[in-house]
């Protein structure tokens, strides 16, 4: 049997819900990120991307794992796709998130992308 190559909007709002109960700060990003913004599906998706407070990066995992993910793509402190067979992949990126306001992402250069 092959993977799941296809997120629905219920899996979104199983992830959502997920994201939600762990008390981490997080946002929905990438194409259902989009759509979320358009008020509509706009398209078929592979993945939910997910940003969150990179802090909670370890207790984001093992939140993740326990539920049956699986890391497919470890590529910390960037991101790390995960897997799952009820839901789907899931791509999760950690950000430093300052007081005022701003934030980072690391880069596979070893540098930051910065955000106001």
Sequence with gaps: MGRKEITT???LMKVIELFENTGIT?????????????G???????????NFDAQHTEKLLNVLLNLGY???TDWKPVRIELYSDELGYLDIHPFV????????????????????
């Design 40 to 50: 509509k599906q706009t398209r078929i998706h592979r993945d939910i991307d997910i």
């Design 9 to 11: 909007k219920e899996d």
């Design 97 to 116: 998130l300052n007081e005022d306001g701003t934030s980072k992402q690391a880069d596979l250069e070893g540098g930051w992308y910065e955000f106001e």
């Design 26 to 38: 997080y946002w929905l990003d990438g194409g259902w990120g989009v759509d979320i913004l358009a």
């Design 70 to 72: 699986k890391i497919d």
